[in-house]
Nanobody, 128 residues
């Protein structure tokens, strides 16, 4: 099992930036993927971005492409989500999720069911 801890959320204004962190511990591997999802009240959990631990291959949701950047620090077992030009519709609880020791075909990397372990989430609120 991989333990995940998110941090960095907060209350910001439209156009501001935030950087979220996801620290992984436990049975981490050099392979696998870490993804960010978000969930707003009354809405389904939504894919945001994913990165592979090994090659650093990234995929983004269309809604955040060009504004958010996912990166990883393998030595620190930490994945970051740099969020720029934030909008009110980005407000949500942000979760990181881990899929370890597996290869995920690109077509399923945006599915919550592809991930085994989840963090508790961090709240991001963007005021208009």
């Amino acid at each position: 099992q991989v333990l995940l801890a998110e941090s960095g959320g907060g209350l910001v204004q439209t156009g501001d930036s935030l950087r979220l962190s996801c620290a992984a511990s436990g049975q981490t591997h050099t392979g696998g993927y870490i993804a960010w999802f978000r969930q707003a009240p009354g809405k389904e959990r939504q894919f945001v971005a994913v990165i592979s631990w090994g090659a650093g291959v990234t995929t983004y949701a269309d809604s955040v492409k060009g504004r958010f950047i996912i990166s990883r620090d393998n030595a620190a077992s930490t994945v970051y989500l740099q969020m720029n030009s934030l909008k009110p519709e980005d407000s949500a609880v942000y979760y990181c999720a881990s899929s370890t020791g597996q290869y995920l075909t690109p077509s399923i990397r945006d599915r919550a069911t592809s991930y085994d372990d989840w963090g508790q989430g961090t709240q991001v609120t963007v005021s208009a």
